[in-house]
Structure formats: C-alpha cells, structure tokens
C-alpha cells in the first residue's frame, strides 16, 4: 500500500481520529497536527510539503470523523 501524503486529507483524518480518539480536532494547534501526520506510520509525504491549507483541510477531515463518533 501506498503512504499517505498531505494531499490525502481524508484518509489522514481517518488515521488520526483513530489514533487519538476523543480528543477533538480544534483543539490541536497546527504544529502539533503536523508532528501528529509525520509521526504517522501511515505518513510518507515530505515534511516539509505541508501548508496551512493542507492542515486546514486534514483537520476538518478529522472533525468529520470526530462529529460521526460523538453522534454515535
């Protein structure tokens, strides 16, 4: 399987929803949303390719699946 790159905003949302579940998503600062995607063993995009954009987009990715869990 391939790695993941910061273009694959869902995908990641799903990899850190599962890998921090219940913490919610805006709360994270984006330095530690970006050391969370690199740390990632799903991860092999280049560090520094990210973009406000790009953490923008993954974050709300991420809150999706945080809604869908609270829900039920």
Avoid: N
């Avoid at 990899?15 to 949303?33: C, I, N, Q, W, Y």
Wanted: proline share 4%; net charge negative; with cysteine.
């Amino acid at each position: 399987m391939d790695k993941f790159t910061w273009d694959d905003a869902e995908d990641l949302g799903i990899a850190l929803s599962e890998k921090h579940p219940g913490v919610d998503p805006l709360t994270v600062r984006f330095t530690d949303l970006h050391a969370w995607v690199c740390g990632l063993e799903e991860f092999g995009g280049d560090p520094m390719k990210s973009t406000e954009g790009k953490l923008e987009a993954i974050q709300m990715a991420w809150l999706g699946e945080y809604k869908a869990a609270q829900e039920g």
